[in-house]
T-cell receptor, first 114, second 115 residues
Framework: AQSVTQLDSHVSVSEGTPVLLRCNYS??????LFWYVQHPNKGLQLLLK??????LVKGINGFEAEFKKSETSFHLTKPSAHMSDAAEYFC????????????FGGGTRLMVKP | NAGVTQTPKFQVLKTGQSMTLQCAQD?????MSWYRQDPGMGLRLIHY???????DQGEVPNGYNVSRSTTEDFPLRLLSAAPSQTSVYFC??????????????FGSGTRLTVV
């Protein structure tokens, strides 16, 4: 079985300050982990993915995430928030033994204040 | 541009009507799947396919049928629409390496309202 917990349903930051969106996962086998972003009334866009031994993963738009196996975490960070980052973010896990099933976290809505 | 194409983008159905949501991808991905997104419940898997001719049920399959006659297409059929099927539907495709998944590409979604 696999599961994902996004620890914050809402995060509010000021423009130019750091962003931290937290994600914990559980998976019986080697997981593939992703962060997706969804802007209002839009589809899901892949921000970054963990699929190898490199634990620090860099994605688009200045986002990065660190895979910490000992803590079963995959937190998403960005040094400086931009207004255009306001959206909903999903942490997602899958693995070879889970067939084709993606397991989504509940989502974190990021608000960016001017 | 390569990607996943969903049609229609919007649809209103009356209770009891049937319809098919179309999904096509041009990336030669073997895996395709359908999700529904509801407020407060995230995305839930309806059906998926690991290749042409092979389909299986996901978390919430009742009221939906799928088939996969080609690698490119994966239509989702609503047999008799119910208000509980009002949702946003996303199709996704993917491919796997030996151990890891390379990431899922999602379509832009179909917003379905059943009245």
């Amino acid at each position: 079985a696999q599961s994902v917990t996004q620890l914050d349903s809402h995060v509010s930051v000021s423009e130019g300050t750091p962003v931290l969106l937290r994600c914990n996962y559980s998976s019986s086998y080697s997981p593939s982990l992703f962060w997706y972003v969804q802007h209002p009334n839009k589809g899901l866009q892949l921000l970054l993915k963990y699929t190898s031994a490199a634990t620090l993963v860099k994605g688009i738009n200045g986002f990065e995430a660190e895979f910490k196996k000992s803590e079963t975490s995959f937190h998403l960070t960005k040094p400086s928030a931009h207004m255009s980052d306001a959206a909903e973010y999903f942490c997602v896990v899958t693995s070879n033994n889970a067939g084709n099933m993606l397991t989504f976290g509940g989502g974190t809505r990021l608000m960016v204040k001017p | 541009n390569a990607g996943v194409t969903q049609t229609p983008k919007f649809q209103v159905l009356k209770t009891g009507q049937s319809m098919t949501l179309q999904c096509a991808q041009d990336m030669n991905h073997e895996y395709m799947s359908w999700y529904r997104q509801d407020p407060g419940m995230g995305l839930r898997l309806i059906h998926y396919s690991v290749g042409a001719g092979i389909t299986d049920q996901g978390e919430v399959p009742n009221g939906y049928n799928v088939s996969r006659s080609t690698t490119e297409d994966f239509p989702l059929r609503l047999l008799s629409a119910a208000p509980s099927q009002t949702s946003v539907y996303f199709c996704a495709s993917s491919t796997w390496g030996r151990r890891y998944n390379y990431g899922y590409t999602f379509g832009s979604g179909t917003r379905l309202t059943v009245v």
